[in-house]
C-alpha cells in the first residue's frame, strides 16, 4: 500500500492534497486497465509469463505519472490510459531483461520470482519481447479522441526512450562501469538520465502531448521531469542500501555486491538525501505557474523522495 503525508512543505510551496487516495485510486485503474489489455491466447505459455510480470505489482508510477500530465493539461483518462499502460509494459519488460543472469541476474522482483526463474531464460527474453512490441501495437490500436499527430509524437518519444538514446544506452554504460570505483557524477548522471530518468520523461511528455500541451508546457514539464528522475534514482540507490529485501520486493545491497558506484558510494548518505530534496523542491517548482491543477504531480514528486520502497 502506498502511503504518504497528505501535506508537504517544500522551500517555497505548501501543498494539501491526498496524494495516498489519488495513487491508490489511479493504481487500481491502471491494474484494471493492465489485466484487460493482455487476454490468455496461443501460445498460452508466453502470454502466462507476460502477465505474470506485468500483473506483478508495482507501484504504476510511469503510468500515474501519465495520467496525471494528461489531466493537467485537461486531457481525459480515454485519452491518456493505452499510453499508460504502454509505458508500464514497456517499464517491466526492462525490469525482466535487467533481471536476467546476463545482466543483473537477481532471483527476485516485485516480491515475486524473477521471470526467468518462473519461465526459464528463452522465455523471460521472448516475454520482454512481447511486451515491448506489443506496448506499441497498444497505444496505436487502444488510443481514442487524439489526433494522429500527437500519437505519432508519443510513439516518437517513446521509441527515443527505449533505445541506445535511452534504456539501451544507460544499461550499456551501466554494465561496462561495474566493477570500477572511479566513476564520476557525470557518467553516473548519463547511466541513469538515460536508464531510469528517459522513460519517467516520457511518462510525463507523453501524457501532456496527448492532451495538447503547447511547447512552453513542454518545456516546464521537462523540467519537472528531468529533476524527478534523478531524484527518483538517488533515492533508488539509497534504499539499496537503508532497505530491506521485504520492502524493496528485490534483493537488497546489489549495488555493493556488484560494486557499482552510486551517489551514496559518491556523496554519503545525508547529502544524498539533501541532492535528492534539491531536485525535488525545483521540479515543484517549475509547476507553480499552474496552480492547484498541478498538486497531483508536485505531491507525486514529494513521494518520490519520501517513498521507502
Ligand atoms: C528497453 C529494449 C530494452 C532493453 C532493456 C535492461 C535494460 C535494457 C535496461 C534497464 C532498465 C532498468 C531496469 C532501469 C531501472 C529503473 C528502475 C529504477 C526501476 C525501479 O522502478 P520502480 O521503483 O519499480 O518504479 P516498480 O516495481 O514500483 O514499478
Not at 546476463?102 to 519481447?129: F, P, Q, S, V
Not at 544524498?272 to 496552480?291: F, H, M, P, R, W
Request: glycine share 8%; net charge negative; hydrophobic share 40%.
Amino acid at each position: 500500500m502506498i502511503t504518504t503525508e497528505a501535506k508537504m512543505v517544500t522551500s517555497e510551496t505548501v501543498i494539501n492534497f491526498d496524494l495516498e487516495t489519488y495513487l491508490k485510486d489511479k493504481k487500481a485503474i491502471v491494474d484494471q486497465a493492465l489485466d484487460d489489455s493482455l487476454p490468455i491466447i496461443d501460445p498460452e505459455k508466453i502470454y502466462e509469463a507476460m502477465r505474470y510480470s506485468l500483473l506483478a505489482g508495482g507501484k504504476r508510477l510511469r503510468p500515474i505519472l501519465c495520467l496525471g500530465a494528461c489531466e493537467l493539461f485537461g486531457g481525459t483518462q480515454t485519452m491518456s490510459l493505452p499510453t499508460a499502460c504502454a509505458l508500464e509494459m514497456i517499464h517491466t519488460m526492462s525490469l525482466i531483461h535487467d533481471d536476467l543472469p546476463a545482466m543483473d541476474n537477481d532471483d527476485y522482483r516485485r516480491g515475486k520470482l524473477t521471470n526467468h526463474k518462473m519461465y526459464g531464460e528463452d522465455i523471460a527474453i521472448l516475454a520482454g519481447d512481447g511486451l515491448l512490441a506489443y506496448a506499441f501495437e497498444f497505444v496505436v490500436d487502444k488510443t481514442e479522441n487524439v489526433t494522429p499527430e500527437r500519437i505519432l509524437q508519443v510513439i516518437f518519444r517513446l521509441g527515443r526512450a527505449v533505445g541506445a538514446r535511452g534504456l539501451v544506452g544507460g544499461q550499456v554504460v551501466d554494465l561496462d562501469c561495474e566493477g570500477k570505483t572511479d566513476i564520476s557524477v557525470e557518467t553516473l548522471n548519463f547511466i541513469h538520465t538515460h536508464k531510469t530518468g528517459a522513460l519517467l520523461e516520457t511518462s510525463v511528455l507523453s501524457g501532456a502531448i496527448l492532451a495538447g500541451a503547447s511547447e512552453e508546457d513542454l518545456e516546464n514539464l521537462t523540467l519537472y521531469a528531468q529533476n524527478i528522475g534523478l531524484a527518483f534514482q538517488i533515492i533508488d540507490d539509497i534504499l539499496d542500501i537503508t532497505a530491506t529485501q521485504e520492502e524493496l520486493g528485490k534483493t537488497a545491497g546489489k549495488d555493493l555486491t556488484a560494486q557499482k558506484a552510486t551517489y551514496p558510494s559518491i556523496w554519503g548518505l545525508e547529502e544524498s538525501k539533501k541532492q535528492a530534496q534539491k531536485l525535488i523542491d525545483e521540479a515543484v517548482n517549475a509547476l507553480t505557474i499552474y496552480g492547484e491543477k498541478a498538486f497531483p504531480l508536485q505531491a507525486i514528486a514529494q513521494f518520490i523522495v519520501n517513498r521507502k520502497f
